[in-house]
């Protein structure tokens, strides 16, 4: 059963991560849509620590949850925030 | 390993190639760009962790260990040992770089959303007028 539960928590955010995308793609307004996908890179971050991974925990971690919502936040604000 | 940990390693398996799907449909179907970009962001993403999911393999002993000596080795069954029960390091080397190199992409991306935008005066591919 131990060697079973960090499987187990990677389904789980493998599920969590399937919602994230969908909510992600769907939404109209693109500030939500950002932390959305904020959300589905910390699953994928979780993921990957449970597969044995940890070094591209360190690197994923503050690009894909910090630097790239920051950016897209930025454009955002420099552009449009609702989608059509 | 059990027949249930195969099972959930090919629903982790599954929902990667969902969530491939998902934002590939975004990036074609929607007419903003900013929402282009999020979807290829996602997309990258699922990508690479095809990759992980790779390098992660089945050892006779169970759960597999990280990829990493902690101690020199001393002898040739300390390398058969290690090689065992260790993850395979080649993908998340892969992966590592693909993701810095992702970054600076996606950066090059805003920077032509932002010029589309100042010269178009919107961020949808519908409204433009030539």
């Known amino acids: ?34 932390l959305f996908s904020a959300l589905q890179s910390t699953c994928y971050a979780l993921i990957y620590y449970l597969l044995m991974a940890p070094d591209i925990v360190l690197v994923y971690l503050p690009v894909s949850v910090g630097i790239l919502p920051l950016i897209t936040i930025i454009l955002i604000k420099k552009t449009e925030r609702y989608e059509e | 390993m059990s027949s249930a940990t195969t099972f959930l390693l090919t629903t982790i398996m599954i929902s990667f190639i969902i969530n491939i799907a998902i934002s590939l449909y975004g990036v074609f179907a929607k007419p903003s760009l900013v929402k282009k970009f999020i979807a290829l962001t996602i997309f990258s993403d699922s990508v690479n962790s095809f990759a992980i999911l790779i390098g992660f393999r089945r050892t006779p002993l169970g759960y597999p260990s990280i990829a990493v000596m902690p101690s020199p080795p001393q002898s040739v069954e300390d390398l058969k040992r290690f090689v065992s029960e260790a993850v395979d390091p080649v993908p998340q080397a892969l992966v590592l770089t693909a993701v810095v190199i992702g970054l600076a992409v996606n950066m090059f991306l805003v920077g032509l959303i932002m010029l589309y935008y100042k010269y178009y005066g919107s961020t949808s591919t519908r409204r433009v007028k030539i």
Do not use: G, K, Y
């Not at chain 1, 599920?15 to 939404?27: D, H, K, P």
């Open chain 1, 1 to 34: 059963m131990s060697e079973m539960l960090p499987v187990i928590m990677a389904f789980v955010a493998a599920l969590i991560s399937i919602v994230a995308t969908w909510l992600a793609v769907q939404e109209r307004d693109m500030l939500i849509a950002t």
